[in-house]
T-cell receptor, first 117, second 114 residues
Framework: GAVVSQHPSWVICKSGTSVKIECRSL??????MFWYRQFPKQSLMLMATSNEGSKATYEQGVEKDKFLINHASLTLSTLTVTSAHPEDSSFYIC?????????????FGPGTRLTVT | GENVEQHPSTLSVQEGDSAVIKCTYSDSASNYFPWYKQELGKRPQLIIDIRSNVGEKKDQRIAVTLNKTAKHFSLHITETQPEDSAVYFC?????????????FGTGTKLQVIP
């Protein structure tokens, strides 16, 4: 149980175009999903916290107009990188939280490798 | 905000030896401390976690200790095997339910030498 999928697994796009990444919790409902960015050999940097039915909470330094997050249902959150530039090339990982009360766990998607040319 | 420091950044051990990774955190409100193992190009996998009301937790060869007073927690891997080689991340989480915020450490690259 507790499987999180992410699509696509990799994508190459041209500078100036937009890319949408989907994150789905396959066998549980996730009221909260997280989006991370990971550079090679570095840690996961939280970009935003996404709660179903409400606006995402962005971390300091993350442009909300550039990284659009939509949490339309309890099993789906999307991240759209708008007007992508080469510096946006990175490994994007989502995670979904499951649990109740004080007992909760976070499960990660397989990640999406974005390359902007 | 929360700041999580992790040491060492790299660790090499001989197969069969123990490995210890240490983390400190700054926010006393943090109440959940998971550890993740990430192999190259793959997603982080939760390997063990500990909550603020527990001082130690063990799962086979893996154990985690938490000292809330000192705000540090550690991962202990005994009888290391080559397949333990990976990057390990600690994390500290504040909040509850749908208002979690998880901050990751900088990672430790563990190499187990056969």
């Amino acid at each position: 149980g507790a499987v999180v999928s992410q699509h696509p697994s990799w994508v190459i796009c041209k500078s100036g175009t937009s890319v949408k990444i989907e994150c789905r919790s396959l066998d549980f409902q996730a009221t909260t999903m997280f989006w991370y960015r990971q550079f090679p050999k570095q840690s996961l940097m939280l970009m935003a916290t996404s709660n179903e039915g409400s606006k995402a909470t962005y971390e300091q330094g993350v442009e909300k107009d550039k990284f659009l997050i939509n949490h339309a249902s309890l099993t789906l959150s999307t991240l759209t990188v708008t007007s992508a530039h080469p510096e946006d090339s990175s490994f994007y990982i989502c995670s979904a939280m499951t649990g109740t009360g004080g007992s909760y766990e976070q499960y990660f998607g397989p990640g999406t490798r974005l390359t902007v040319t | 905000g929360e700041n999580v420091e992790q040491h060492p950044s790299t660790l090499s051990v001989q197969e069969g030896d123990s490995a210890v990774i240490k983390c400190t955190y700054s926010d006393s409100a943090s109440n959940y401390f998971p550890w993740y193992k990430q192999e190259l190009g793959k997603r982080p996998q939760l390997i063990i976690d500990i909550r603020s009301n527990v001082g130690e937790k063990k799962d086979q060869r893996i154990a985690v200790t938490l000292n809330k007073t000192a705000k540090h927690f550690s991962l202990h891997i005994t009888e290391t095997q080559p397949e333990d080689s990976a990057v390990y991340f600690c994390a500290a989480s504040t909040g509850s339910g749908g208002y979690q915020k998880v901050t990751f450490g900088t990672g430790t690259k563990l190499q187990v030498i056969p």
